[in-house]
Structures are given as structure tokens and as C-alpha cells.
């Protein structure tokens, strides 16, 4: 049953949405200066509202309130577009659903891992003594609790596991903000530059590519038009779908959008130029201790919620395509109600099919997480690379599809223009995120510091 409401839905936007991007908007900002930070955070949010209009009409079809429904974002392009498109927007979104999981496998480990140093001293954080320390066990631990998390069976059991996220993430984004204002207030601050990044030992080249990645990074922090015909799948259907998702989206990205704004430019203000790539766990502050420990224990426990919201749409996939195409297969098709003792008889129903196969998607994220340590790149990559089909191109596509707008009217021009543009972003983004990630992997040591 569909019970989701408008509160349901932008809980579970603002947790897709305020997630691991909002600790690097401050050196994103930091690489494009005062005028073209802000300004191209405002520019993504309003082009992800307007999509996420569009989008939220191709929920059902031919019409967008009494048509068929369509449960995944590639069942609205097969109904719209059809065709190659569905492959396309297939292999688009589901990558990028496997991405975000692995980087945000990487983002909780770098918090649990931080918090763990600054609980055996203060020494230790702050780099007087030596001490050993273990992302990679800290994603084993992440990965071992989404061994368990992944059983949820679908979308409609995360409501409240999203709420819990969404208030962590607020939590963490204004203690972050907090921490910013302190500095500013205090002084104890670098200038940044008007336009750019103005540090001597970064070459011409150099800032290029960094104004690139920042642009990859700031795309990222508005990517949850993956998700967002599943999220939509969860509205009861009075009022209708695409009314209450707009109103959701409108209230998401707004409260996003502020934060976003706040922390960016607060966090700039405060270091300057060298704004660090994760505000929390990086370079950034040092204390009070006990805070950041809360700050990073709430980013760990968003996370958690973070990535099933992800991976829900993929075990989706997965599972219902096996069970069409093996119907019969009874370790494929079948639930198994098994009764726990002591608890009452309560009972539960378990799809071995789906035990297996999640816990093996767990666990092949976590190995990659291992392999790609490198945060604020690895983030830019997957917003560029996903920012253009799923937020821009197809939502435009299916629109001028239902709409039926005549080619080369002005109606089509425009909206071609802005998908040109968007383009355009999301391969120069691109291009800075893969310099970043050569030279990241030039300097990589995986043994280093490993316990």
C-alpha cells in the first residue's frame, strides 16, 4: 500500500540530497570564488527544480495524473521515449546508483574513522603522535551494516530510517555551519580571492581543473532525479502524485539550497582558499572534540540511511527482472515465513534469492570503496557524469514527448539550449573530475597508514 506523503517524500529528498556533497561545497566554492560559487549553486538547484517538474509528470502515462503508472524511472522512458533510450537511461542511472553507494561507502568510513581518532586523544588527532588508523576497517563495519539493512524488502519500509537520516543530516550540516561561524567571528581565517582560488603553488593548469571538479562536485549535490520516480512510487494517490512530489521537491531543494548556500559560503569564509575537501573530517576544525565526535557520528548514521535510499532502486531492478524471467524458480520467486522465538512468535518473510544477491551487492561496493579512497574526485565524477541524462536530458525529453512540442519552435529551441548547456557542464565537469583522479592515483599509497 502507497501511504508516502509530501513530509515522507521530502524526508527522503533531503537525505538523497544533503549527503556527503555538502562537506565539499566549501572548497568547491573556494575554487570559483565569491561571485561564481554561489551563483552556480543557485543555477543547479533551480535547474534540478524545474526538472524534477517535468520528471514528476512522467510518473504516470499518457496522462500525469490518471494514466498508467510507472515504477522506475526506466519504465517512464520506455513509456515516453522508448527504444536505445531505455538502455541509455538504464545504464546512466543504475552506475550512478553504484557510484553513490560506493562514495558514500568511502564518506562514512572517513567520519568513523576520524571520530575513532579523536576518541583515543587529543594528541592523536591533531597529529602529535603517530597513530595507525584503518579506513578500511571502518568500511568493513559500514559494509557489515548493510548486510543487515539491505533485508528491508522495498522503498516503502524506509520512511522512518529517512526521517532519522534527514535529522542527521540537518544535524551535521549546522554544526558544520556552526563551527564556521565561530572562525569568521573569531578571525581566524584566510582571504580567498574574488574569482578563484589564488594560492601560489597551484598552477594556471591547475586551477582549471579544480574549477572543473568543483563544478563536478556541486552537480553531485543535487542528484536524487535517480530516485526520484521511486520516491514518487510511495505517495498514496490522493491528492494526486506529481502535485504532492513538486510540492516535495519545492520544499527539498529549497531547505538544501539554504543549507547548501550557508555552509558553502560560511565554510569559505572561514579557511579561505585552503578550504578543506571534507569539512569535517579533512583539515578542517580541530575542536572541540566532543562535537565533532557528534558531527561525524550523525554523518555515519546519515549515510546509513543515505545508501539504502540508493540501493533500494537497484535491488528493485535486479529482483524483479529474475522473477520474470524465471518465474518458476522457487529460490528466486519464493518467500519463506520464519518464526523467531521468545519474541511473541513473530515472523518475518525471507527471500533467499534476495539475502544472497544483496549481500554480495554489500560487499563487491565495499571492495571498490577500498580501491577508490579518493573523495571530493571520486564525488565530482559521479555527478558529471550523471548530471546531464538524468537530471536534464531525459526529464526534457519525456516532456516534449507528452507535451508533443513541435521541433525547432521556440518551446523546443529552448529547451534544447538548456540541455546543450547542461552538456556542456557535465563534460567539462567530467574532464576535471578524471585530471583529479590521475593525480590522486600518482601520489595513492593503499598501505600507508594502515594499521
Not at 564518506?107 to 574513522?113: H, K, L, R, V, Y
Not at 568500511?139 to 519500509?157: D, K, W
Not at 582571504?191 to 568543483?214: D, H, M
Request: net charge positive.
Amino acid at each position: 500500500m502507497r501511504t508516502g506523503t509530501w513530509v515522507t517524500a521530502s524526508a527522503h529528498i533531503i537525505t538523497a540530497v544533503i549527503g556527503s556533497g555538502v562537506l565539499s561545497l566549501a572548497w568547491a566554492i573556494a575554487q570559483l570564488g565569491w561571485v561564481a560559487g554561489p551563483a552556480t549553486l543557485i543555477i543547479f538547484s533551480l535547474i534540478t527544480l524545474f526538472t524534477s517538474t517535468l520528471l514528476a509528470d512522467a510518473y504516470r502515462h499518457p496522462d500525469p495524473v490518471t494514466g498508467q503508472r510507472n515504477y522506475t524511472y526506466m519504465d517512464a522512458v520506455r513509456a515516453h521515449l522508448g527504444g536505445l533510450k531505455v538502455r541509455f537511461c538504464g545504464v546512466a542511472q543504475y552506475s550512478n546508483l553504484v557510484g553513490v553507494t560506493v562514495g558514500y561507502t568511502i564518506t562514512a568510513s572517513i567520519s568513523m574513522e576520524t571520530t575513532c581518532r579523536m576518541v583515543r586523544g587529543s594528541k592523536c588527532f591533531h597529529g602529535k603522535d603517530k597513530c595507525h588508523a584503518s579506513t578500511t576497517l571502518d568500511m568493513v563495519v559500514f559494509g557489515c551494516i548493510q548486510l543487515i539493512l539491505c533485508q528491508v524488502p522495498n522503498f516503502h519500509n524506509l520512511s522512518r530510517l529517512s526521517i532519522l537520516a534527514a535529522v542527521m543530516s540537518l544535524t551535521y550540516s549546522l554544526i558544520g555551519l556552526g563551527l564556521s561561524i565561530v572562525k569568521v567571528a573569531s578571525a581566524k581565517l584566510n582571504e580567498g580571492g574574488e574569482t578563484r582560488t589564488t594560492s601560489a603553488t597551484v598552477s594556471e593548469a591547475q586551477r582549471l581543473w579544480r574549477i572543473f571538479q568543483a563544478i563536478g562536485d556541486i552537480a553531485f549535490a543535487y542528484a536524487y532525479s535517480t530516485v526520484l520516480i521511486e520516491i514518487q512510487d510511495t505517495l498514496k494517490s490522493s491528492p494526486a502524485e506529481n502535485k504532492t512530489m513538486k510540492r516535495a521537491s519545492l520544499v527539498g531543494i529549497s531547505t538544501t539550497t539554504i543549507f547548501y548556500l550557508l555552509c558553502g559560503c560560511v565554510g569559505y569564509a572561514a579557511f579561505g582558499e585552503d578550504a578543506p575537501g571534507d569539512l569535517l573530517s579533512g583539515t578542517g576544525f580541530n575542536h572541540p572534540v566532543w562535537l565533532l565526535n557528534v558531527a561525524n557520528v550523525c554523518v555515519a548514521i546519515h549515510l546509513i540511511g543515505a545508501y539504502q535510499v540508493f540501493a533500494q532502486p537497484i535491488f528493485s531492478f535486479v529482483e524483479t527482472s529474475c522473477r520474470q524471467r524465471w518465474p518458476e524458480v522457487k529460490f528466486v520467486s519464493t518467500d519463506h515465513q520464519i518464526t523467531i522465538p521468545f519474541l511473541g512468535g513473530m515472523s518475518f518473510h525471507v527471500n533467499w534469492f534476495r539475502v544472497v544477491w544483496r549481500s554480495a551487492y554489500v560487499a563487491v561496493t565495499t571492495v571498490l570503496a577500498m580501491v577508490l579512497p579518493f573523495f571530493n574526485v571520486f564525488l565530482g565524477l559521479i555527478g558529471a557524469v550523471s548530471f546531464w541524462p538524468l537530471t536534464v536530458y531525459f526529464p526534457i525529453e519525456m516532456y516534449i514527448a507528452r507535451a508533443k512540442i513541435p521541433k525547432f519552435s521556440v518551446s523546443w529551441m529552448c529547451l534544447q539550449a538548456l540541455s546543450f548547456v547542461c552538456l556542456l557542464i557535465s563534460l567539462i565537469a567530467a574532464a576535471g573530475s578524471v585530471e583529479g583522479l590521475v593525480q590522486s592515483l600518482k601520489t595513492y599509497h593503499p598501505f600507508k597508514n594502515e594499521a
